[in-house]
């Protein structure tokens, strides 16, 4: 992706992030101007980062930036989606935010991730191991999407039969800016309605027969005197099955296709799975499952020697923030045994991804399993990026392999 000015560059463009991260205007917004106005033909403007340093700035300073002011996301959300973004520990703001995490924390406890550990092995050997009987199998929908949907579900008490239908619906919410997707406007409408009666449903049956599940521990669990109330809960469960989903699997299909671009770095691996921990971690530096996420100024101020005036939308850019060189040897290049490798993948600060200790594991799991089980892996097919500016999703991934 090249192009001679900067004006040009367009990083709202869904189609140009389906072709891969455009590393090149990332890396000319980092060297040249790295808190850029970047205009947007269906919204105001936004700043757009590129710095680790920014980035951390702005995770870190939620009194200045703003979660709650305008959302997580890009585009201004009309009036009634924001009042329900707000009431989503994402779209808040210190002090609540403070008081919401420290209820949501109380069921992301390492006891419940260490109970969670042993029955995932179990479960992540049972979808690799299906692997065995074929040479060949289309790895997100066969693997990367199983695994995190099954996490998701056994914490929070979804029964089996049930799982699928989520899914797809979590699918259709948060990839609607890809047609094949959501091929109407109120698809992802529909699909939020949907997990929405789903979750309340859970809220009534937890209720009746309380369980120690996390739906259970964030129905009863209390702080400073008070519970989630069933609205509360229906948004956090609606974005939990989102947030756990979309990203996970994302990681784990972005993680593989990332050692087959590297053989160098798949045959080490493969000689040397204590390296796996660092390995997942580089994985998520190449390919941050999330390209971005927003905050709004609360007041006027400088970032970066450039007046970032109150209200104004600003981007943090992860691919970029990722490969900044001030940061990161060697930047482009992906190394399993990089170290250190402070990537922001899963954010900074005041939101940092409460799920980011089940994605760990999971992925090191999945890849300590997958590459015991096969070799010789390939790809069959190139694979189909998702169309969209916000998740880094690949869609199918048809790939072949001998096994072990
Ligand atoms: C590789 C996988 C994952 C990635 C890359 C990821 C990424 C992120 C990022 C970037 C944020 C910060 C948002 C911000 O700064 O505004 C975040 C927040 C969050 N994530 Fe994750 N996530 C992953 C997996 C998960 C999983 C598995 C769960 C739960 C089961 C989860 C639950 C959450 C929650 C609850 C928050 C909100 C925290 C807060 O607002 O205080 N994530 N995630």
Request: charged share 25%; net charge negative.
């Amino acid at each position: 992706m090249s192009t001679d000015r900067l004006a040009d560059v367009d990083l709202t463009d869904a189609s140009v992030w389906e072709q891969a991260a455009p590393h090149d205007w990332l890396d000319r917004l980092r060297a040249e101007s790295p808190v850029h106005w970047h205009d947007e033909s269906d919204g105001p403007g936004f700043w757009a980062l590129t710095r680790h340093e920014d980035v951390h700035r702005v995770s870190t300073s939620p009194r200045e930036f703003s979660s709650h002011a305008g959302g997580p996301l890009r585009l201004d959300p009309e009036p009634d989606a924001l009042e329900q973004l707000r009431m989503v520990i994402i779209g808040m703001d210190p002090p609540d935010h403070r008081t919401f995490r420290a209820i949501v924390s109380k069921a992301f406890t390492p006891r419940t991730m260490a109970r969670l550990e042993a029955s995932l092995r179990a479960e992540t050997v049972r979808v690799v191991g299906e692997l065995r009987d074929a040479r060949r199998c289309e790895f997100v929908t066969d693997v990367a999407a199983r695994i995190p949907m099954w996490s998701i579900s056994e914490l929070m008490g979804v029964p089996p039969e049930d799982r699928q239908r989520l899914y797809e619906l979590s699918h259709a919410l948060i990839d609607d800016q890809d047609p094949e997707i959501a091929p109407t406007p109120d698809t992802a409408l529909v699909a939020s309605a949907e997990i929405f009666a789903y979750a309340a449903e859970m809220a009534v049956r937890e209720r009746a027969h309380p369980s120690d599940n996390l739906t259970g521990a964030l129905l009863q669990a209390e702080v400073d005197g008070r519970r989630l109330d069933d609205m509360e809960f229906t948004l956090f469960f609606l974005f939990l099955i989102v947030a756990g989903n979309e990203t996970t699997r994302t990681a784990t299909s972005q993680g593989l296709l990332a050692l087959l671009q590297h053989p160098d770095q798949m045959q080490r691996l493969v000689a040397d799975p204590g390296l796996v921990p660092s390995a997942v971690e580089e994985m998520l530096r190449w390919e941050p499952p999330i390209q971005h996420f927003r905050r709004t100024a609360t007041e006027d101020l400088d970032l970066g020697g450039q007046a970032i005036a109150r209200g104004d939308k600003v981007l943090m850019w992860y691919a970029a923030s990722n490969r900044d060189p001030a940061v990161f040897a060697d930047p482009h290049a992906f190394r399993i045994d990089r170290s250190p490798n402070p990537q922001q993948s899963f954010g900074i600060g005041e939101h940092f991804c409460l799920g980011a200790n089940l994605a760990r594991m999971s992925l090191r799991l999945l890849f300590t399993e997958l590459l015991a089980t096969v070799q010789n892996v390939h790809l069959e097919a190139q694979p189909r990026r998702l169309h969209s500016n916000l998740i880094n999703g690949i869609k199918e991934m048809r790939i072949g392999y001998d096994v072990r």
